[in-house]
Antibody, heavy 118, light 107 residues
Framework: QVQLVESGGGVVQPGRSLRLSCATSGFTFSDYGMHWVRQAPGKGLEWVAFIWYDGSDEYYVDSVKGRFTISRDDSKNTVYLQMNSLRVEDTAVYYC???????????WGQGTLVTVSS | EIVLTQSPAILSLSPGDRATLSCRASQSVSKYLAWYQHKPGQAPRLLIYDASNRATGIPARFSGSGSGTDFTLTISSLEPEDFAVYYCHQRNTWPPFTFGPGTKVDL
């Protein structure tokens, strides 16, 4: 069955970096675009980044542009989120989700917690 | 950026009740609106896509309607497992993809 498993979260100081991974299985990864979506404590869902199925383009919410980079490795069926210059307000559970084309994401992982704190 | 607003913020109901959740967009999103169910510690679950289509495996008690700027998610008869937070999400105009703030269906 379709599985998405995030990893790489943890506690990090402001200004430092972290790389999240989302390992997938149960579907043809190269056919799907991938999103990262986050949920800050006590808040709702916020879309963070999207990469097309072929890696041809990437998109970001304004608050992370220039700091976060989404990428994919089709040989490993994995999508990444490189997060640099982390801020306290980046503290959240980060979810990866797959999407066919630009359809609504239809399968999500369980999330990984990122805490940015001094 | 398209802003989605959801009402009410909290809906206090009992099993067997009918739940009606609303999502309004700041400008037309055509039919490109989805509904997700989210429980603490779990992955969000796609319920309805493109306004009125049930996702795979979603029970028939969940239905969606609307177009343009006004959308509704209806749960015809609440089951105990339906108590959760529900988000609407638009894909008509992006980036950014946007979510509503959520409606908590509370016991």
């Amino acid at each position: 069955q379709v599985q998405l498993v995030e990893s790489g979260g943890g506690v990090v100081q402001p200004g430092r970096s972290l790389r999240l991974s989302c390992a997938t299985s149960g579907f043809t990864f190269s056919d799907y675009g991938m999103h990262w979506v986050r949920q800050a404590p006590g808040k709702g869902l916020e879309w963070v980044a999207f990469i097309w199925y072929d890696g041809s383009d990437e998109y970001y919410v304004d608050s992370v542009k220039g700091r976060f980079t989404i990428s994919r490795d089709d040989s490993k069926n994995t999508v990444y989120l490189q997060m640099n210059s982390l801020r306290v307000e980046d503290t959240a559970v980060y979810y990866c989700a797959r999407t066919y084309g630009d359809y609504h994401p239809d399968s999500w992982g369980q999330g990984t917690l990122v805490t940015v704190s001094s | 950026e398209i802003v989605l607003t959801q009402s009410p913020a909290i809906l206090s109901l009992s099993p067997g009740d009918r739940a009606t959740l609303s999502c309004r967009a700041s400008q037309s999103v055509s039919k490109y609106l989805a509904w997700y169910q989210h429980k603490p510690g779990q992955a969000p679950r796609l319920l309805i896509y493109d306004a009125s289509n049930r996702a795979t495996g979603i029970p028939a008690r969940f239905s969606g309607s609307g177009s343009g700027t006004d959308f509704t998610l209806t749960i015809s008869s609440l089951e105990p497992e339906d108590f959760a937070v529900y988000y609407c999400h638009q894909r008509n105009t992006w980036p950014p993809f946007t979510f509503g703030p959520g409606t908590k269906v509370d016991l």
